[in-house]
């Protein structure tokens, strides 16, 4: 850890509010940005909140052994797949399937990035996060690996399934490059 | 090394990535020179790849860091002179759901035998609200499952309601406006036996409305308090990650609401409540 960021943590873990605004100043977009592709634009200022919140309340477990980055993406993750199953849950109970034309449902959408927006909300959520890590967040396979608390073997296959599901997605809804 | 396509397949996102070493890295790119169906996973995942990096990023709410600031000051206030309490704010979901079921079975152990004394059942109360309205602010219809599963609530209707409180609840009678209730219980509590209705605005947002008789500082606990005047009206506040809970006398009984969204709402919905007939 170097020795700025060590600093920061250390000021952190002793509740100051400056190093809490410091944090957040210095990693809040990214965090934000992850969340807009995790949980949707409309959740993902309260759900960055949330982060945010986990995050002051967890500093004291903070040990350094990763970056301090990977450990606020691991927080950041935990905390979007707990609140998408918890939403899943509600959506479940509230509402019957209802089949869907994925085709006919996007006709009418043209602009490429809905469609591709449209197409990680399908994914499932653990692949979503694996690709986004690598794709949005730019992280080497070792990273991911030590954010999702799974052997750096495991990206690899992962991110191929979330490729892979993401090309059938992407066709099925009328995609072309 | 000569690869096969299902070889190649396998280390495709290690070899779009540059995660592979470079033999293996090179073994690929040969097998890509002979097969087009790779080359075209290949290029469609690199395209893939180029059109997410595109995508636009919003900015982030101006207002984010306040909203965060103030989840924190109301976390933070006096609950360190209660270090069970703090503990609280630490759990994981799965301890928040074992805390939930050992307060579902205290409180089945206070009524069945009566064995634990007032101040027991206030403790219990107070971290049974806590959780309560910690919850609510996440997850309003997780926090009320929990709320009612602890307290034994029973659903009744606004006639039985009325046979066992003495009155209707209040979000029945329209005294709230733009609020519909989803569902009325009662609840058997430390404190006395309360009424929740789960309401729902217009706009899909929930609001439950807690009616009982005496005043109940502790469910609020030492969260930091603000007294005003709501039409008249001495009305106790407290700030919940963007919403409030609140609280004040009607006639001879109190009104607990939670996830009021400002005062000007609490104010009409105090106002609504002074101009029935019995207000």
Known sequence: MERSEAKLVSACQQGDQCAQQQLFDDSHTKIYRLMIRMVGLQDAADVTQQVYLQVYRKIGQFTGRSRLSTWLYRVAVNEALQYLRR???TFTQSLEYEPVDRRACHEKTSEQADVLEAAFAHLDPEL??????????????HEIAD?????????????????RELQELLTAFGWGP | ?????????????AYIDNELSDAEHHDIAAHLQGCPDCKASVEFARTLSYKTRELADPTPPANLWARIESGLQEKESPVHKISSRRRLWHMSVGQWALAASLLLVA?????SYHFWGDDHGHDSMA??????????????GEAHETLIATYGGQPVSPDEAER??????????GALADVTVEQTYSLDMPCCRCMLSVCRRTDGTVVSVLEHADSQPVWFGDRSRIECLCDGVPTSVVQLNGKLAVSWQYDKRHITVIGATDLEEVTQMVAGLNQMPNG
């Open chain 1, 87 to 89: 939403k899943k849950r």
């Open chain 1, 128 to 141: 979503r996060t694996i690709f986004l890590l690598r794709e949005v967040e730019e992280l080497p396979y």
């Open chain 1, 147 to 163: 954010v999702l608390n799974i052997p750096e073997g495991t990206v690899g296959s992962r991110l191929n399934r979330a490729r």
């Open chain 2, 1 to 13: 090394m000569t690869m096969n396509c299902s070889q190649v397949q396998e280390r495709l996102s």
């Open chain 2, 107 to 111: 409180a089945a152990g206070l009524w």
């Open chain 2, 127 to 140: 971290a049974s609200f806590d959780i309560y309205l910690a919850k609510f602010a996440v997850d309003p």
């Open chain 2, 164 to 173: 066992v409180f003495g009155y209707r609840p209040i979000a029945s009678t």
